[in-house]
């Protein structure tokens, strides 16, 4: 095995792992803007880290050319995503976990605007 | 079978995850989360598979899938914020 693949191999594993962590925060979190916070960090750093070991893993100009652009366009659309569906959600009402400690948009936002 | 195919059943199983998430809410926001986390599991699973296969020729569709993961997850988030219909 060349330092290569070991290198790719360790993103690729690296990766998944933090895809893996996102996809639990997914399942078990309390409520959607937790979760918004678990998929848009995680997930988006996971995939990032993937595409660099597959950039190891796949040398090549073209290759490096369309993941180099892949990454950019995930590290500047993830947070947007997140912070889209987490306002979507607070202004569809949905519910924040019980043992939320203080909600400081609500006495600045009301529903009609 | 090597680490690349225990990396691809690592995110079929992140990818229930997101389809359990999707069934189960409790809000549409919540679907539309996971629909964007979907996403960006298949994309690194298309990744995994250009390397699997040795084809980079796959590379292409990593740059079309994440755009197209971040629009339809802006318009089901623009959906969502109109209310329930």
């Known amino acids: 095995m060349s330092v290569q693949t070991v290198i790719g191999n360790g993103l690729i594993l690296v990766g998944v792992v933090l895809i893996a962590v996102a996809a639990a925060g997914l399942f078990r979190l309390p409520d959607v803007y937790n979760r918004t916070n678990a998929v848009a960090k995680a997930a988006a750093l996971g995939v990032t880290v993937v595409l660099i070991g597959v ?59 | 079978m090597g680490l690349l195919d225990v990396v691809l059943g690592v995110l079929a199983v992140a990818l229930l995850a997101a389809v359990v998430r999707v069934i189960t809410g409790p809000t549409h926001a919540d679907r539309a989360l996971a629909f964007d986390f979907s996403f ?40 969502v914020e109109r209310g329930p219909r």
């Open chain 1, 55 to 113: 950039g190891v893993l796949l040398p090549g100009r073209t290759t490096i050319i369309l993941l180099v652009l892949a990454i950019a366009a995930q590290l500047f659309t993830a947070p947007i995503a997140g912070y889209a569906v987490g306002r979507a959600g607070y202004r569809s009402g949905a519910q924040l976990a019980p043992n939320t400690h203080r909600d400081e948009l609500a006495e600045r936002y009301s529903q009609d605007t």
């Open chain 2, 40 to 79: 960006a599991v298949l994309v690194a699973a298309v990744g995994v598979l250009a390397v699997r296969f040795d084809t980079p020729a796959l590379v292409h569709l990593i740059g079309a899938a994440t755009l197209l993961g971040f629009l339809g997850t802006v318009a089901l988030a623009a959906l």
